[in-house]
């Protein structure tokens, strides 16, 4: 669709944008980022065949921009710039319609029926059909920029550049303006270059992103390929956290607040309660969490930790909204908290805080191992799932990294299971030796202060104090538990 080869651009003799190449393919949404001052705008413009080239060229369909007419030019190409504020005196549906100007013919150049309906329907579109009669100086920020919006899409344009295209948006117009273009370009009937400085937008809708950084090529590649800590930190020179979207295989990018890093309370024995019908653990601060808890499962950050004492004939249907209930009841918020259940006797729970080479965790552990089973033979039987479960609590004083919250897991898995093997803990359906329960569950919560821990396998500070730490918490438990 197009071409753009050598391409160097600036004002006056002053370069700004420097040797660019690439293509962009028919259908293709194509994102651009950098920092302010980068060249996006400088380079949008280039595309638009605004601003002269300094060197290279930029062909559309195998042509150079410069060989076609303004008019031919606007049958193409629509061009959503940055808007500034300044007083508008036309009407709305006048606006819009000035986007159909290269398609009128003739003399007298009148409207046509066409353009009435292609006017309604980008109004339609863009939500500002109620308002098609007010003046633009009457408008909001987001509703004069979905205005010029409807405009360009009124043109009926192949290829669609945008500056900022969601500046002024409120959250759901910026959702309906990108899905209403993603899918026209979905659909190959649209080519889009946006630029964008929501890198998390520009992830979840761009096919590629040109990073810019002083107005070279830093990366031109996939959202998961250019959004990286490392390439986003260089650039930006401001420190992100990457993480995945939580429904879409797209990478998202936050911002770290400063100081918010900088509180050092150790995690230890100071912040749990232990009563007849819980466990409660209550940070001092939110930890981020990996679990398997009844509410708070998965990967959030969480304060209250909560372990349920339930009867053994416990047998309620919605126990989700049970234990939000019962978390209310003890004053703590659902949202903020991690809950798991336990037939068990609680005063059978065993608790304690290793500690080396400055680092340390504190693992909590209730094991009622009255239904251990041994996994690799749990398909041969009908297994009920009997209250009867050993929860784990691993709360680590330090920063692990995604690999390191699997390798906790597993490793907190392996010392589980050595500690149950040591016990002669024995499966009652063939006497073999157990692995687990049917409803073990875990958690790994991390303070996320300090070095980053890239991994916490047992070749690891961390990953030995698990180690240690669940084997022996899990084999006292037992201990207790079997009297
Ligand atoms: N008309 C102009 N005349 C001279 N210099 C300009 C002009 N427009 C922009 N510049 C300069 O070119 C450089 C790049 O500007 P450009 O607008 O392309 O950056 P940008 O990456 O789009 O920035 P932002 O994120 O702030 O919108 C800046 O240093 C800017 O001052």
Request: with cysteine.
């Amino acid at each position: 669709m197009i071409d753009v080869n050598g391409v160097s651009v600036g004002y006056g003799d002053q370069k700004i944008v420097e040797d660019m190449n690439f293509h962009i393919d028919k259908g293709e949404f194509f994102g651009i980022l950098g920092p302010n001052g980068s060249g996006k705008t400088t380079l949008l413009k280039a595309m638009t065949g605004l601003l002269p080239l300094m060197a290279g060229v930029i062909t559309l369909k195998g042509r150079p921009l410069h060989q076609f007419s303004s008019r031919e030019l606007a049958t193409h190409v629509a061009v959503l710039p940055q808007i500034s504020t300044e007083a508008f005196s036309y009407q709305v549906r006048e606006t819009v319609m000035l986007g159909r100007y290269a398609h009128q013919k003739g003399f007298f150049k009148g409207t046509t029926d066409r353009d009435k309906e292609m006017v309604d329907k980008v109004m339609e579109q863009t939500g500002i059909s109620s308002f098609q009669y007010r003046y633009l100086h009457e408008l909001s920020g987001g509703e004069r920029q979905r205005v010029f919006l409807a405009q360009a899409l009124a043109q009926e344009p192949h290829l669609l550049l945008l500056d900022e295209p969601t500046n002024h948006l409120d959250l759901s117009y910026q959702k309906s303006l990108l899905d209403l273009i993603k899918n026209q370009t979905d659909q190959g009937t649209l080519t889009v270059v946006a630029i964008f400085h929501d890198l998390n937008l520009a992830s979840l809708y761009c096919d590629r992103l040109l990073l810019l950084d002083q107005g070279t090529t830093k990366l031109l590649n996939h959202p998961e390929e250019v959004l990286k800590e490392e390439h986003i930190e260089e650039v930006y020179h401001t420190k992100v956290q990457k993480q995945a979207h939580p429904l879409v295989a797209k990478p998202q990018m936050v911002i770290v607040p400063e100081g918010s890093l900088t509180e050092n309370l150790v995690l230890d024995e100071r912040y749990m309660t232990l009563t007849e019908d819980c466990i409660l653990y209550s940070a001092p601060f939110p930890l981020k969490c990996m679990s398997s808890g009844i509410i708070g499962a998965g990967i959030g950050w969480y304060s209250h930790f909560m372990n349920r004492r339930v009867p053994v004939d416990y047998d309620c249907r919605d126990y989700k909204q049970d234990m939000k209930e019962y978390l209310i009841t003890k004053e703590l918020d659902p949202s903020l908290s991690v809950g798991m259940m336990t037939a068990l006797d609680l005063s059978n729970m065993i608790c304690e805080r290793f500690e080396m080479m400055g680092k340390s965790v504190f693992v909590i552990v209730t094991a009622g191992v009255g239904n251990a089973m041994d996994v690799s033979t749990s398909f041969q039987y009908d297994i009920d799932s009997k209250p009867g479960t050993i929860n784990t609590w691993v709360f680590i004083n330090g920063n692990l990294s995604d690999e390191a919250y699997i390798e906790a897991l597993v490793t907190s898995t392996e010392a589980k299971v050595k500690a149950l093997n040591d016990m002669e803990v024995r499966d009652k359906r063939n006497g073999n030796l157990a692995t687990g329960t049917p409803t073990d569950s875990i958690l790994i919560a991390s303070s996320q202060k300090g070095e980053i821990e890239p991994f916490a396998g047992p070749i690891t500070p961390i990953g030995k104090l698990i180690g240690k730490g669940v084997y022996e918490v899990t084999k006292k438990a037992i201990q207790r538990y079997m009297g």
